[in-house]
């Protein structure tokens, strides 16, 4: 069956630190795949797009890394504070459709 | 440059009653998607539109929900005669080109609570 998945339990980081989330996936061959952030209460915010021919994309101190044979993407925080706490969510393409992971609470401690 | 605007932001029905909620994609944006989301779970994708056309309603129940994107005016998702259980967020994403290759540009929500 198609699956897609993320760290279901909290991720906690100290300040400073490199935070690195999870989306593994089974049973797609997307195209494209996206990170988004949810803080609690508000919709989901666009982070990084990455192709499949893109190894590594990167955004100030965001890292997306897309390994189509591992069938996983990567996302870091690097020198994490603790504004970037919040929810993180991985999202693929599948047939011109987003389809969403159920996120990861990524939590950075002063 | 406005966002994607939705409202109301926070609904309360009786059961059995009509709720009705309306979403306003970003300028320049024809594609309107909507999704539901529970406490502590993932987005679920419900519909695809664009103006005037549903696009893909793979995720929506096929009682009581429906919804529509006319050529003029917002998207509109509409639940007739609710339950308990259709208590949730419902959140619309708005972008600029078909689905999956670009970003899609969220509203802030509106939350539904059936009594």
């Known amino acids: 069956s198609q699956k897609i998945e993320q760290n279901s339990e909290a991720l906690n980081i100290q300040e400073g630190k490199t935070a690195t989330l999870t989306c593994n996936y089974t049973?797609?061959?997307?195209?494209?795949l996206q990170w988004y952030r949810q803080d609690p209460g508000r919709g989901p915010v666009f982070l990084l797009l990455?192709?499949?021919n893109e190894k590594e994309k990167r955004k100030e101190r965001l890292k997306v890394t897309f390994d189509t044979t591992l069938k996983q993407s990567l996302f870091h925080i690097t020198a994490s504070q603790p504004a970037d706490s919040a929810t993180y969510l991985c999202?693929?393409?599948?047939?011109?459709?987003?389809?969403w992971g159920a996120g990861t609470k990524l939590i950075i401690k002063p | 440059n406005a966002g994607v605007m939705q409202n109301p932001r926070h609904l309360v029905r009786r059961r059995g009653q009509e709720a009705r909620l309306r979403c306003s994609p970003m300028?320049?944006?024809?594609?309107v998607y909507w999704y539901r989301q529970l406490p502590e779970e993932g987005l679920k994708f419900m519909v695809y539109?664009?103006?005037?056309?549903?696009?893909?309603e793979s995720g929506m129940p096929k009682e009581r929900f429906s919804a529509e994107f006319p050529k003029e005016g917002p998207s509109i998702l509409r639940i007739q005669q609710v339950v308990r259980g259709d208590s949730a967020a419902y959140f619309c994403a708005s972008s600029s080109a078909g689905q999956g290759i670009y970003e899609q540009y969220f509203g802030p929500g509106t939350r539904l609570t059936v009594t």
């Open positions: 999202a693929l393409e599948d047939n011109y459709q987003l389809i």
């Open positions: 990455i192709r499949e």
């Open positions: 539109l664009q103006k005037e056309n549903i696009i893909d």
């Open positions: 049973n797609y061959s997307p195209a494209y």
């Open positions: 300028k320049g944006h024809s594609h």
